[in-house]
């Protein structure tokens, strides 16, 4: 290579990938010095200076030029290398910064190889890998298949960064949404949760953000178009779309969809509802081994009982009991509370089993000293209100 022909090169590269002139002459300028070193001489006090202009290249020891005759042929080849280095290390950072951006989204990718039990998926500028646990288990893939994947992560492997690609993670079913849903993207409709069995069946909850816009009408589409095109792409996993509230029965009877619920009992205190449902809408409400119960349990985070109509007397006897034990124990603690014990001392009692001035009083007080977490000063505190 011509000193024209690197100053050319060296041009044209930095304006086509982006480099700045000054980062890859710097980058030249010390594969320089080490190719000088490697057969010349061992000084620490070596550097290299490189005319942009002509290309021209020099090796200088504490301020003497000691570039070797023929050192521009070296030069040229080093040049080459660093270039090309160069160029695959920007190029690489601009990809992995670019696809930075975009975990969390979903792409269209291209069905590359496999390499073991992992998919490697073409996604244009990059490669992305598809481990064993971000795959559905009833998809068979093939080469040359055409996917939608989530950008899930980027994470370090052993050659550099990795992008990380999943078709079995909830956020995919969201991200097609909005893709074909214009409500979505708009604002005016919002996926609220999912909750997802990849490859068998997902519970999508939506809610309006603007007055007179239905939300489950916007994601079906027209004729079922909308929600259609969802299902095909991940190869006809079944939907349910259902309406988000605030109101937590409201949600938990909108969950157990296309089950019809009677009623429901719900215990905010420990996010556990019962509901009850006709003979004929039991099997409909827990579905196939548990399915529709389990998902619509993951959907609102609540505990849900499914019973029968008839069940329900016995249920709210039970109810009453339960609030009548939890109201007893209540009362119990607000009067060991009363009696002027510490919050403290009270609940390390109650772990001990005495929950009331009754049961402290029929404790020994040798049992007492032995209960951990009651310390001499807590021992006279109770001894005072005990006298």
């Given at each position: 290579?011509?000193?024209?022909?690197?100053?050319?090169?060296?041009?044209?590269?930095?304006?086509?990938?982006?480099?700045?002139?000054?980062?890859?002459?710097?980058?030249?300028?010390?594969?320089?010095?080490?190719?000088?070193?490697?057969?010349?001489?061992?000084?620490?006090?070596?550097?290299?200076?490189?005319?942009?202009?002509?290309?021209?290249?020099?090796?200088?020891?504490?301020?003497?030029?000691?570039?070797?005759?023929?050192?521009?042929?070296?030069?040229?080849?080093?040049?080459?290398?660093?270039?090309?280095?160069?160029?695959?290390?920007?190029?690489?950072?601009?990809?992995?910064?670019?696809?930075?951006?975009?975990?969390?989204?979903?792409?269209?990718?291209?069905?590359?190889?496999?390499?073991?039990?992992?998919?490697?998926?073409?996604?244009?500028?990059?490669?992305?890998?598809?481990?064993?646990?971000?795959?559905?288990?009833?998809?068979?893939?093939?080469?040359?298949?055409?996917?939608?994947?989530?950008?899930?992560?980027?994470?370090?492997?052993?050659?550099?960064?990795?992008?990380?690609?999943?078709?079995?993670?909830?956020?995919?079913?969201?991200?097609?949404?909005?893709?074909?849903?214009?409500?979505?993207?708009?604002?005016?409709?919002?996926?609220?949760?999912?909750?997802?069995?990849?490859?068998?069946?997902?519970?999508?909850a939506v809610k309006s953000n603007q007055q007179g816009v239905d939300p489950i009408g916007s994601c079906v589409g027209q004729k079922g178009v909308r929600v259609q095109s969802v299902t095909r792409e991940l190869f006809d996993e079944k939907i349910d779309l259902v309406n988000f509230s605030?109101?937590?029965?409201?949600?938990?009877?909108?969950?157990?969809?296309?089950?019809?619920?009677?009623?429901?009992?719900?215990?905010?205190?420990?996010?556990?509802?019962?509901?009850?449902?006709?003979?004929?809408?039991?099997?409909?409400?827990?579905?196939?081994?548990?399915?529709?119960?389990?998902?619509?349990?993951?959907?609102?985070?609540?505990?849900?009982?499914?019973?029968?109509?008839?069940?329900?007397?016995?249920?709210?006897?039970?109810?009453?009991?339960?609030?009548?034990?939890?109201?007893?124990?209540?009362?119990?603690?607000?009067?060991?509370?009363?009696?002027?014990?510490?919050?403290?001392?009270?609940?390390?009692?109650?772990?001990?089993?005495?929950?009331?001035?009754?049961?402290?009083?029929?404790?020994?007080?040798?049992?007492?000293?032995?209960?951990?977490?009651?310390?001499?000063?807590?021992?006279?505190?109770?001894?005072?209100?005990?006298?």
């Open positions: 290579m011509s000193r024209n022909e690197f100053v050319a090169a060296l041009k044209q590269v930095c304006a086509e990938r982006g480099l700045e002139t000054e980062v890859v002459l710097e980058a030249l300028r010390v594969a320089l010095v080490a190719a000088y070193r490697k057969d010349h001489d061992e000084s620490e006090d070596l550097s290299a200076t490189i005319d942009p202009e002509t290309g021209e290249a020099n090796i200088y020891e504490k301020e003497k030029n000691v570039t070797p005759p023929g050192f521009g042929r070296i030069a040229a080849q080093t040049a080459k290398q660093v270039i090309l280095q160069k160029i695959r290390e920007a190029e690489k950072t601009a990809i992995v910064s670019d696809f930075e951006k975009k975990v969390g989204l979903a792409v269209s990718g291209l069905v590359q190889r496999f390499e073991g039990q992992n998919v490697i998926v073409d996604l244009g500028k990059a490669s992305g890998i598809m481990p064993p646990q971000e795959k559905v288990p009833t998809e068979h893939y093939r080469l040359n298949q055409r996917l939608k994947v989530l950008i899930k992560k980027i994470r370090e492997g052993k050659r550099g960064p990795e992008i990380i690609i999943s078709r079995s993670d909830k956020d995919l079913v969201k991200q097609l949404f909005d893709m074909e849903v214009p409500e979505i993207r708009s604002g005016a409709v919002e996926v609220a949760a999912i909750s997802r069995e990849p490859g068998s069946r997902s519970k999508v605030e109101d937590p029965e409201k949600f938990v009877v909108a969950s157990l969809s296309p089950a019809r619920v009677s009623d429901i009992k719900v215990n905010k205190k420990k996010l556990k509802a019962t509901v009850y449902v006709g003979e004929d809408q039991l099997s409909l409400a827990i579905g196939k081994e548990g399915q529709n119960a389990r998902l619509a349990a993951k959907l609102t985070g609540w505990k849900i009982d499914i019973k029968q109509e008839k069940d329900r007397k016995d249920q709210e006897s039970d109810n009453e009991e339960e609030e009548k034990t939890e109201a007893k124990e209540e009362t119990e603690s607000n009067e060991l509370i009363a009696s002027g014990l510490g919050k403290r001392i009270v609940s390390t009692l109650e772990k001990a089993g005495i929950k009331s001035i009754e049961d402290l009083k029929n404790k020994d007080p040798k049992e007492l000293v032995k209960i951990k977490g009651l310390g001499k000063k807590a021992l006279e505190e109770i001894e005072a209100v005990l006298k």
